[in-house]
């Protein structure tokens, strides 16, 4: 991971052949206890989505986990939102 680290990212998937408008959000977050939480969201564009969240001990595994949930999305097609 790049000294830079992703906070926030919001990725989108469109298709309109097959009807598709995706969103896919990736964050990373503390909680009260000092672990780094990888929160993510998806669902289709303007409607409420699932939640998924994964406690990591700390930021590096967070951010690590989050690059590979990046990567899988973008070998589906999603790109980051402009």
Do not use: C
């Amino acid at each position: 991971m790049s000294e830079e680290m992703i906070q926030y990212l919001v990725l989108d998937r469109r298709d309109p052949k097959r009807n598709m408008a995706r969103y896919y959000v990736l964050a990373l977050e503390p909680d009260l206890f000092g672990d780094t939480l990888l929160v993510r969201e998806w669902g289709r564009i303007g409607r409420n989505g699932q939640r998924r969240v994964e406690r990591h001990a700390d930021a590096v595994r967070a951010a690590e986990a989050l690059s590979v949930w990046l990567a899988r999305k973008r070998r589906r097609g999603y790109e980051a939102r402009r």
